[in-house]
């Protein structure tokens, strides 16, 4: 393993590379931590539309449940009472792509006064035989029979009918008289009844992973095909989520680092089975955001990358040196035709964010790649 010793070598280390693996089997992995608004769901429909080589059908079913399970955290939401007594736990949606299945799922608080009317009428949508829920929608909707908040109408029973699935829902409880509801659907384009070893994201993965989100303080991850139409939808949900930075000075230097980073993915990662496979994630820690990128390289372009990232850093605590090593740089056709992505962008990255890029290497046992960790703290 090559990696510049730093104290935030143990952080990227163990966040951007564990939840890597966590998502290893997953084509196509959105997660999101925060507030949730209008724009920001239509935003998530976009990336939606623009990630993976599904048939339109297949997006569109996909992009109406998406829309479902975001209404589900409207709902079912405390309304902001757990906030006005000091409890404030982040809401979560997420979308996964793990072979012939599709996972959509979000988390909430909830008042535990609801608990037992929320598993009745999940229970009872599941109960439901295909037959029967299409008889149950039918007459949802000749009789316009729609309950309130937290009713088991025709959301549920069209998320139901979408799926073809029994919808999975948990509890966790978080005191106060409140508990996380995580609910789950599930796409199977195979058609078929997963056993439970098929099933790769089940609700207990996915209560799993929301805890080592919030415990690693993660706003966002993405994995998946880092191509040019995907970062664009991408960026702009970003965007969304760092509005609240009063500072424009530093919310537009994390949008300039994020760029030039997701960039060096979609410019130099290893093709590998799903494209250009890549994650990205970005933390809000010690009152600092920590924007984190990781993919495959060659390894025969470590020690070029690594020798240049300290050659730029060592660089940056002088301008005039930084200033003319940014110019040899751009004017170096060897540099260029070297194609090792250790160029122009790594620099671009710590005139913006500091001189403190962290990085770090990961063989993959037997193969001639390894994962390429980076990390800024902003």
């Known amino acids: 393993m090559i990696y510049k010793l730093d104290p935030f070598h143990s952080l990227t280390e163990n966040t951007i590379y564990k939840f890597y693996k966590t998502l290893s089997e997953d084509s196509f992995s959105l997660?999101?931590?925060?507030?949730?608004?209008?724009?920001?769901?239509?935003?998530?429909?976009?990336?939606n539309k623009a990630s993976g080589g599904e048939s339109g059908t297949v997006k569109k079913r996909v992009f109406f449940l998406m829309?479902?399970?975001?209404?589900?955290?409207?709902?079912?939401?405390?309304?902001g009472d757990a906030k006005a007594q000091g409890l404030s736990m982040p809401m979560m949606f997420l979308v996964r792509n793990i072979n012939d299945a599709f996972y959509i799922g979000s988390s909430n608080l909830i008042e535990n006064g609801i608990k037992n009317s929320l598993t009745s009428k999940f229970d009872a949508v599941n109960a439901y035989s295909t037959e029967e829920l299409e008889e149950v929608y039918k007459n949802s909707l000749m009789n316009n029979s729609l309950s309130a908040k937290g009713g088991a109408g025709i959301g549920l029973i069209e998320m139901a009918r979408k799926t073809n699935y029994p919808l999975e829902f948990a509890f966790d409880g978080v005191g106060s008289g409140y508990s996380m509801f995580h609910m789950q659907l599930i796409l199977n384009l195979s058609n078929e009844r997963m056993n439970e070893s098929q099933n790769k994201a089940n609700i207990d993965s996915m209560k799993r992973l929301y805890r080592n989100m919030v415990d690693e303080n993660v706003i966002m991850i993405q994995k998946g095909d880092f191509s040019q139409e995907v970062i664009l939808p991408l960026l702009d949900i970003i965007t969304t989520n760092l509005d609240s930075i009063k500072n424009t000075g530093a919310r537009k230097k994390i949008i300039y680092i994020l760029i030039e980073m997701l960039q060096n993915i979609s410019r130099h990662g290893v093709v590998m089975e799903h494209g250009k496979e890549g994650i990205f994630a970005i933390l809000f820690k010690d009152n600092k955001y920590h924007?984190?990128?990781?993919?495959?390289?060659?390894?025969?372009?470590?020690?070029?990358?690594?020798?240049?990232?300290d050659k730029v850093s060592a660089a940056a605590t002088h301008p005039e040196?930084?200033?003319?090593l940014y110019t040899e740089t751009i004017l170096s056709e060897e540099s260029n035709k070297k194609g090792t992505g250790a160029g122009v962008g790594f620099m671009e990255i710590i005139k913006f964010g500091g001189k403190d890029l962290q990085y770090h290497f990961e063989p993959l046992p037997g193969k001639e790649i390894s994962f390429f960790s980076l990390n800024i703290a902003i």
Do not use: P, W
Request: proline residues 0%; aromatic residues 12%; contains cysteine.
């Open 31 to 47: 997660i999101y931590l925060g507030d949730f608004n209008d724009k920001l769901t239509y935003e998530f429909l976009l990336l």
């Open 67 to 79: 829309n479902e399970c975001y209404q589900n955290i409207i709902r079912h939401s405390d309304g």
């Open 291 to 309: 924007v984190m990128t990781g993919n495959f390289i060659q390894n025969a372009k470590i020690e070029h990358i690594a020798s240049h990232i």
């Open 321 to 324: 040196e930084l200033d003319a």
